[in-house]
């Protein structure tokens, strides 16, 4: 999330309404500075409004998940899980067989 801008340092500029409110960090990364872009929407740009920041994590979060269902691991553990779950049903099955075939005879 964005933070507001705020003048910390006697020589950084003040606050300018005209301008994003979102606090950024310069290329080196040590000082920040204001957005340059004009204000979108209760004095926010597009990127740094905070429901078009939301949606963005909503999308990435969506995507990882994605990505991670197709990894290999998940793969093999949901193969396992169903290897595991027919096993069961097999000998479910077999029991319900003995239990239910008729007795064998010995005419013949």
């Given at each position: 999330?964005?933070q507001?801008?705020?003048s910390?340092?006697?020589?950084?500029?003040a606050?300018?309404?005209?301008r994003?409110?979102?606090s950024?960090?310069?290329s080196?990364?040590?000082h920040s500075?204001?957005?340059r872009r004009?204000?979108?929407?209760?004095g926010?740009?597009?990127q740094?409004h905070?429901?078009t920041?939301?949606?963005r994590?909503r999308?990435?979060e969506?995507?990882?998940?994605?990505k991670?269902?197709r990894s290999?691991a998940?793969q093999l553990?949901?193969?396992?899980?169903?290897?595991a779950?027919?096993?069961t049903?097999?000998s479910?099955?077999?029991?319900?067989?003995?239990?239910n075939?008729?007795?064998?005879?010995?005419?013949r």
């Amino acid at each position: 999330m964005a933070q507001e801008y705020e003048s910390r340092l006697r020589y950084e500029r003040a606050f300018d309404p005209k301008r994003c409110k979102a606090s950024v960090a310069d290329s080196i990364g040590f000082h920040s500075h204001q957005c340059r872009r004009n204000p979108w929407k209760d004095g926010w740009c597009k990127q740094h409004h905070p429901d078009t920041e939301t949606e963005r994590r909503r999308s990435r979060e969506k995507r990882r998940l994605q990505k991670l269902g197709r990894s290999p691991a998940v793969q093999l553990q949901a193969a396992r899980q169903e290897i595991a779950r027919l096993k069961t049903e097999v000998s479910r099955l077999k029991a319900h067989m003995a239990e239910n075939s008729p007795p064998a005879s010995d005419a013949r």
